[in-house]
T-cell receptor, first 110, second 113 residues
Framework: GIQVEQSPPDLILQEGANSTLRCNFS?????LQWFHQNPWGQLINLFY???GTKQNGRLSATTVATERYSLLYISSSQTTDSGVYFC????????????FGKGTKLSVIP | ETGVTQTPRHLVMGMTNKKSLKCEQH?????MYWYKQSAKKPLELMFV???????ENNSVPSRFSPECPNSSHLFLHLHTLQPEDSALYLC????????????FGPGTRLTVT
């Protein structure tokens, strides 16, 4: 299966700071999602981004499939951004399986 | 609110009990999934149903028994669980399997005593 590595594992930010989270994967993928898991366990979809760049408000994501990585940018961070961020690629056109990384735990402090 | 609901949200059960987890999606999707999230481990896919047919079973012990009566509902029947089965159980759905975006429910936090 695909190996997924996320960095950094933990990140503490002052409110208002910017950050970049990285996701490396070991094989070619045809789908990649970024999620935010809040403290209550709910996974919220952030981006569906098998390739290219997308932006949604203060968040943006870039996937370079040929180089096997994806980046999540958070700008002007807020305390509500705290939680764990997961990337989850899928390999193969017929595969149903999202392979999750261990996540980046983000803490935004006032 | 993602359009996927799960009940109960919390469950405590003994090792000899039988219980069921329920998932319902209101998104018109055709694929549904069960994931397990244990402490300090990545989310693991357990089962996949596509158009009510089970298409993946990731070597899950038989004490976990899934049921998908229609494309909107998914159950996970639990029987004689072990304490190490304590975890957050997440349900997800997508338009179909494979390349489509998955949407997750809030999860059921299960404690086996």
């Amino acid at each position: 299966g695909i190996q997924v590595e996320q960095s950094p594992p933990d990140l503490i930010l002052q409110e208002g700071a910017n950050s970049t989270l990285r996701c490396n994967f070991s094989d070619s993928v045809n789908n990649l999602q970024w999620f935010h898991q809040n403290p209550w366990g709910q996974l919220i979809n952030l981006f569906y981004i098998p390739s290219g760049t997308k932006q949604n408000g203060r968040l943006s994501a870039t996937t370079v499939a040929t180089e096997r990585y994806s980046l999540l940018y958070i700008s002007s961070s807020q305390t509500t951004d705290s939680g764990v961020y997961f990337c989850a690629p899928t390999k193969g056109a017929g595969s149903y399986q999202l392979t999750f990384g261990k996540g980046t735990k983000l803490s935004v402090i006032p | 609110e993602t359009g996927v609901t799960q009940t109960p949200r919390h469950l405590v059960m003994g090792m000899t009990n039988k219980k069921s987890l329920k998932c319902e999606q209101h998104l018109g999707h055709n694929a549904m999934y069960w994931y397990k999230q244990s402490a300090k481990k990545p989310l693991e896919l357990m089962f996949v149903y596509n158009f009510k047919e089970q298409t993946e079973n990731n070597s899950v012990p038989s004490r976990f028994s899934p049921e998908c009566p229609n494309s909107s509902h998914l159950f996970l029947h639990l029987h004689t669980l072990q304490p190490e089965d304590s975890a957050l159980y997440l349900c997800a759905s997508s338009q179909a399997g494979g390349i489509y975006e998955q949407y997750f429910g809030p999860g059921t936090r299960l404690t086996v005593t």
